[in-house]
């Protein structure tokens, strides 16, 4: 019997339909079945308006759906109230976003402790050190945003969504903002993480070969699912399967 990993993340028939009462109501995202496996990376595309930032937003717990369910490491966030979804948020779910979101007044170190001193936790150097190992950046600990490089500054944030250990990590366009080189390394560090920690990895982008980098591909089309690609994946066939997606819209 093959032992199919859990689902991390959930999303059970999501509707989300924006606006109404002034203008025309927008449905974003239509009755979106799909589920995350632990230690998986799944990279989501889409053409523009598709719903990426949509699904996103509701599988983390960053919006909430009008319809449907979404079950984040095996808590259903419509039971929540807003400060108990601030809280799973904070700990258990980890953001990278294109615009790395550093604060510029503190050093790398710093930047990485943040989710834990706003938790209230006691600052822990080591593991915040330990955190920027992990990303390859022991020596910048002491270094403001301003001294790194874009693709350091990322591997920053990637190790500041880590630092609670989060069931799943988010990345929105993570290499929407570096150069192909600096790209490959961020998403070779994505990639790591999964391999070597089974880190949950879901990751928004308009770029195939950033795509390429993950186990499996969800493609949404008009806020529905339109497809699946997983296995060994390629870029071209990926740009292929998307440009006959944005074809068809
Ligand atoms: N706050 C909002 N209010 C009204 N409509 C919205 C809102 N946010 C998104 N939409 C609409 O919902 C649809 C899906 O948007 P979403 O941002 O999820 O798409 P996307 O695939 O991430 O697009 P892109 O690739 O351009 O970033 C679009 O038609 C968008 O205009």
């Known amino acids: 019997m093959t032992n199919t990993p859990r689902d991390v993340v ?43 930032s949509t699904l996103m937003h509701c599988a983390a717990g960053l919006d909430r759906p009008t319809d449907g369910k979404v079950i984040v490491a095996g808590t259903d966030l419509g039971g929540l109230d807003e400060t108990a979804l601030t809280l799973l948020r904070r700990e258990r779910v ?16 710093q ?28 020596e910048r600990a002491g270094h403001r945003p301003s001294e790194l490089s874009g693709g350091q500054q990322q591997r920053v944030a990637i190790a500041r969504a880590l630092i609670t250990r989060p069931a799943v990590l988010f990345a929105d366009e993570p290499t929407g903002a570096l150069d ?9 560090l994505l990639r790591r993480l999964v391999d070597e920690h089974r880190q949950t990895v879901v990751m928004v982008t308009h770029d195939p070969v950033a795509a390429a980098y993950a186990d499996r591909l969800l493609l ?18 990926i740009a292929a399967r998307l ?7």
């Open 243 to 249: 440009a006959h997606l944005e074809d068809a819209c």
């Open 180 to 188: 192909s080189r600096t790209s490959r390394e961020v998403l070779g």
């Open 94 to 109: 980890g953001f990278v976003f294109q615009a790395f979101n550093l604060v510029s007044a503190l050093t790398a170190e």
């Open 111 to 138: 930047n990485v402790a943040l989710p834990l001193r706003l938790a209230g936790r006691r600052p822990e150097p080591a593991r915040a050190r330990a955190a920027l190992a992990e990303v390859g950046l022991a």
């Open 220 to 237: 949404l089309a008009d806020g529905r699912v339109a497809g699946e690609m997983s296995g060994d994946l390629d870029a071209e066939a």
């Open 10 to 52: 959930e999303l059970w028939s999501v509707t989300k339909v924006y606006g109404g009462a002034g203008g025309s109501p927008v449905t974003a995202l239509d009755n979106v079945t799909a589920g995350f496996p632990e230690g998986t990376f799944t990279a989501v595309m889409g053409p523009s308006g598709s719903g990426k």
